[in-house]
């Protein structure tokens, strides 16, 4: 029996989920798994952060995926000399009308791409933030809900450094999943060494509809976790915060984004309930980059996977539910 028959009462949409997820493979060769937890962060009403060294398909994944729901679309080159005017919008003075008025920046949009978004100043980033968590913009005491569904897709470079500005705790826990392409695999890079030219994400013909993608969110939020699920969540988030090699563990926003992720997750795959598998899955690219290695580890390692291994150590010392 497919697993998607187990789903009671599935929306049309999510018969659909599959065709998003061939058309996605089209544009990242190889990564299966990378294209089925963009979704759920999608799916699970988060924002998505992707890190990884240039040429390995960040910006052309993070289109594809926008492109894939009939919905706007605008993308956002971040520089150093951006200004958090140049995000939000700006209050102009019209002449006709003798009074000011809100002109709306790219950020009110369904899915705004911030592209190498640790080039702008501190001050730029922190204007993502209030979108990011409230759905909303406040501009001189007046606050402009944000366009639903809303997703912030970010890239970053984590190898470069010259120019660049690391973004801070508090505008890493806005993102739910942090993923990281890698190099593809020998087969499917030949697959891209055949092609006569580079995919175009932006051809990508929409699957879902912005209806869709809301029903299948509120969809999301009602497959069943086991109690023994969200035990496993808090035992591995106390793990984080416990854990000697951390400075920092897990907030409470973040064993927030595991369950929601793990929902989500189920949803795709055909099921009304969530796994042991779906959290063990995702608590690598929910939890990573919200821990923060002490200076010891940090220096010892010098890597950025340095978080990612000991949740995986984390991951093997709690007892998986039955």
């Known amino acids: 029996m ?17 065709d998003v997820e ?45 492109c894939s729901v009939d919905c706007q ?30 002109k709306r920046g790219p950020i009110f949009t369904n899915f705004l791409l911030a592209d190498e978004i640790n080039r702008a100043t501190p001050k730029t980033q922190s204007a993502l933030l209030e979108a990011m968590n409230e759905r909303q913009v406040t501009i001189d005491g007046v606050s402009y809900p944000m366009a639903r569904p809303f997703m912030v897709i970010a890239t970053q470079n984590p190898v470069e450094h010259h120019g660049a500005y690391p973004l801070p705790e508090s ?80 907030s409470p926003r973040g064993a927030q984004g595991l369950y929601r992720a793990a929902q989500a997750l189920a949803l795709i795959e055909g099921r009304d309930y969530a796994i042991p598998d779906d959290v063990k899955r995702l608590a690598i690219p929910v939890f990573a980059h919200r821990v923060v290695v ?9 890597g950025s996977d340095a978080g990612d291994q000991i949740l995986r150590d984390i991951l093997d010392l709690v007892d998986i539910p039955l």
């Open 2 to 18: 497919n697993l998607r028959d187990t789903v009671e009462a599935p929306p049309a949409a999510l018969q659909r989920v599959g």
């Open 22 to 66: 061939a058309a996605l493979a089209l544009a990242i060769r190889g990564k299966p798994e990378i294209i089925r937890l963009s979704l759920a962060c999608l799916l699970a009403k988060g924002h998505l952060l992707i890190e990884d060294v240039p040429g390995v398909g960040k910006t052309t994944l993070a289109q594809a995926l926008a």
């Open 73 to 102: 679309f605008l993308r956002l080159q971040f520089t150093s000399d951006m200004l958090p005017s140049d995000v939000l919008g700006v209050t102009v003075y019209n002449a006709h009308t003798q009074g000011f008025e809100f």
């Open 171 to 250: 505008q890493l826990d806005r993102f739910l999943l942090r993923l990281r392409i890698g190099y593809p695999d020998p087969s499917s890079e030949r697959q891209i060494l055949r092609q006569t030219e580079s995919y175009a994400a932006g051809a990508l013909e929409p699957v879902l509809s912005a209806e869709d993608v809301l029903h299948l969110q509120e969809h999301a939020r009602s497959v069943r976790v086991d109690d023994s699920i969200l035990d496993y969540i808090m035992a591995i988030v106390e793990k984080t915060r416990l854990h000697e090699s951390l400075a920092l563990g897990v």
């Open 294 to 302: 002490n200076t010891r580890v940090a220096l010892a390692q010098r």
